[in-house]
């Protein structure tokens, strides 16, 4: 027994009591002073708490959100400046207990992936974030009760200890929510709220969408993207415009749009320019010619309004979905919460921002500026300087 001033009994680590009885001590339980010898009790943080008594594995979190007055999804780690949805939620994860303290100054150490990026003020419907985790109780009930209601997350799977969602996600669906009164020929008295669109022009749309579908040449629809860079092909699934609705006196229209991946702008720029021909700007013969080798100015339509609708892991879920252990990317469980995320906190945002910023209006007032007719040969080379390509999110800012 080690030697106290007081006369009292002092436990050695895994030794007897004054009585002699025996306690059985962890020898992580104490440490001992060097400068005086004595023997004090060590606190454990509560990681390893945490470590002890849950079991660390690799899980998918759906997460929804609104990205109203945040700088996009991806976080700038030492730029409190700027603030990002990941700021919100791995400060969640590490109050709510899920992951420990520097993991959230060091996001590898909890192999953190995003499936896409958004840019500034772009929302997200069905985000897939990837992250290993220590299986608390009520998790995503924890998590929530730390985010702002503008973020939630509204499931959580396991998954492989390899899986990276952004790697393995096949596909990414995108909506753009836009006022239909851009849809109104220029020639048009109505171009305010007052405009309804017209079945005919339902179709033209849709006709000018489908065009894009298959392999092409986006080098147009992007910033410094060289013609001949092989990675400026880019497969379109499918995109088509949804019947018009009306939300607050003014009608809107979603166009969905599904692709392997997205680069800078893309999708903006792909919307852009089929509004420029639906209002008479330009010829509809300007799509086959953004898709050659020549430099043609494509107007990009505003960030408000595009949204990270889905996103899809079909290979995975064949592979790994009905292994037993894990389960299907799929969230028809969750699709209610989605819908309803979509109507408190999306679409509201959308239609507000709309009604007050009118940036629809102002970008709409800047096409007759732009040439449709000229192109340019050779503006581009493959040694320009290429923005960062940013896989399933177009721009939808300026970095998505």
């Keep these: 027994m080690a030697e106290n001033t007081s006369g009292d009994a002092v436990l050695e680590p895994g030794g007897l009591t004054s009585g002699g009885g025996k306690r059985a001590v962890s020898d992580q339980d104490y440490e001992r002073d060097d400068k005086n010898g004595q023997i004090t009790k060590k606190f454990k943080s509560e990681a390893d708490d945490q470590s002890k008594k849950f079991p660390k594995r690799k899980v998918a979190l759906l997460v929804s959100y609104s990205g109203k007055g945040y700088h996009g999804m991806q976080r700038n780690v030492g730029s409190s400046q700027f603030k990002t949805i990941e700021d919100e939620l791995v400060q969640a994860l590490v109050r709510s207990g899920c992951i420990p303290e520097n993991h959230g100054d060091d996001m590898k150490k909890m192999s953190f992936q995003r499936c896409a990026r958004t840019d500034k003020g772009v929302s997200a ?3 897939i974030v990837s992250l290993k985790v220590w299986l608390i109780d009520d998790l995503v009930e924890k998590i929530n009760t730390h985010l702002p209601s503008s973020i939630r997350i509204l499931g959580l799977k396991r998954v492989t200890g390899g899986f990276n969602s952004k790697n393995n996600c096949d596909a990414r669906t995108y909506f753009y929510m836009m006022p239909t009164f851009a849809f109104a020929h220029k020639d048009q008295e109505l171009q305010d709220e007052s405009y309804r669109m017209s079945p005919e022009t339902l179709e033209q749309v849709n006709q000018l969408l489908a065009s894009y579908k298959g392999t092409h040449n986006f080098h147009n629809f992007t910033s410094q993207k060289a013609a001949r860079d092989p990675s400026a092909k880019r497969y379109i699934m499918d995109m088509f415009c949804e019947e018009p609705f009306v939300r607050e006196g003014s009608e809107f229209a979603v166009i969905k749009v599904k692709g392997q991946s ?22 509809p013969d300007i799509l086959e010619r953004s898709w050659g080798i020549e430099k043609v100015d494509i107007p990009k339509a505003p960030g408000l309004g595009l949204v990270l609708e889905q996103v899809h892991f079909e290979r995975y879920n064949q592979r790994f979905g009905n292994d037993g252990m894990h389960e299907a990317l799929e969230w028809a469980v969750e699709e209610r919460k989605i819908a309803d995320f979509k109507e408190d906190y999306i679409y509201p945002t959308i239609i507000q921002t709309e009604r007050e910023e009118k940036s629809m209006s102002s970008w709409l007032s800047t096409l007759p500026i732009h040439d449709f007719n000229a192109t340019v040969s050779g503006v581009q080379s493959n040694d320009s300087k290429k923005d960062s390509e940013l896989d399933g999110s177009d721009d939808a800012g300026d970095s998505d």
């Design 125 to 127: 419907a069905g985000q």
């Design 262 to 283: 997205f680069m800078l702008h893309q999708i903006r720029k792909m919307i852009g320019l089929m509004v420029a021909v639906v209002k008479g700007y330009a010829s």
